[in-house]
């Protein structure tokens, strides 16, 4: 369960899963099973602008920021950065996006 809900993104015989944790009391037809954490490159970015602070308003811009990839920050030539962002799950989702 933590695998899945940190990494994200469960497919079952091609359909993607929707999960999300259970509190104590809660009811399970009372948990909205509407948004999906997605993992997104952002890419074609100068060096000077891969930076979370730089990430989290084009997050909240996609979706909601949910995490920026630190691990992934190590060279100082890369033009992408990582981010989670939590997005909507009713909206089509769109393959590239210019912003």
Do not use: C
Not at 37 to 65: C, D, H, K, T
Request: proline letters at 4%; glycine letters at 4%; a neutral charge.
């Amino acid at each position: 369960m933590e695998v899945v809900l940190k990494k994200g993104l469960w497919n079952f015989e091609n359909y993607q899963l929707v999960v999300d944790r259970v509190k104590i009391g809660e009811a399970l037809e009372d948990i909205p099973l509407f948004h999906v954490a997605f993992w997104l490159q952002i890419r074609n970015l100068p060096v000077r602008l891969v930076l979370e602070s730089v990430g989290r308003p084009i997050a909240n811009y996609l979706g909601e920021f949910v995490e920026y990839d630190k691990n992934d920050d190590t060279s100082f030539w890369r033009t992408y950065m990582k981010l989670r962002v939590r997005i909507d799950a009713w909206k089509p989702l769109i393959a590239e996006h210019k912003i």
